[in-house]
C-alpha cells in the first residue's frame, strides 16, 4: 500500500511550492467545514462593507476607473475557486478588509466569464494575484501568497 505521501516523491526539487499547496489545499479546504462555522469569502457583511465581488465588466471598469482616478484607494485581489492557495489567502484578505475599511478591496474571479476579457487590462498571468492602489497609481502587486509581505504593504500604504 502506498502512503499519502509517496506521490511526492516524484515532484521535482523546484516544486516545494506545489507540494505544500496540494497539502494545504486539501487540509484547508472550507467546503468540509460544519455548515454553522463556514464563511465565504464571496459574501461581504455590514462590518464588511469596504468589500466587493465584481461580477462583470461594467463593475469592473468602474472600479479600476474609480482606483486610477485617486479618488479611492483599492485593492484587486484576482482569484480562481479551484486555486489552493487563494483559498489560504482568503481569510487574510477579509481580516485586511476590516482592518482597513477606508480601503475598498475588490474580488475579482478570473474565471468569471464576463471579466476574462478584462483582466488583460491590468496584465494578470497567475493567481492570487494582488493590486494595490492608492492616489490613482498602482503602488505594489504580489504574486502568489506571501502573508507578512501582503500585511506589510497594506500597513505602508494604507495606515
Known amino acids: 500500500m502506498k502512503s499519502q505521501w509517496s506521490n511526492f516523491h516524484q515532484i521535482g526539487r523546484n516544486s516545494f511550492l506545489a507540494a505544500s499547496t496540494i497539502y494545504f489545499s486539501t487540509e484547508f479546504n472550507f467546503l468540509n467545514t460544519p455548515l454553522p462555522d463556514r464563511r465565504s ?21 468602474s472600479a479600476l476607473s474609480k482606483a486610477r482616478d485617486g479618488s479611492l484607494p483599492s485593492v484587486f485581489y484576482f482569484t480562481a475557486a479551484w486555486c489552493g492557495p487563494c483559498r ?38 497567475a493567481v492570487p494575484t494582488l493590486q ?18 501582503l500585511r506589510n504593504v497594506m500597513e505602508k500604504l494604507y495606515k
Request: aromatic letters at 10%.
Open 41 to 61: 469569502f464571496c459574501f461581504a457583511g455590514r462590518d464588511q462593507s469596504s468589500f466587493v465581488v465584481l461580477k462583470s465588466e461594467a463593475e469592473f471598469n
Open 88 to 125: 489560504l489567502l482568503s481569510p487574510v484578505i477579509l481580516e485586511l478588509s476590516k482592518k482597513y475599511p477606508d480601503v475598498t478591496t475588490y474580488k475579482v474571479d478570473i474565471d468569471e466569464g464576463a471579466l476574462t476579457s478584462t483582466i488583460g487590462k491590468l496584465n494578470v498571468s
Open 132 to 149: 494595490f492602489f492608492k492616489g490613482g497609481v498602482k503602488k505594489a502587486e504580489i504574486v502568489g501568497v506571501d502573508v507578512m509581505k
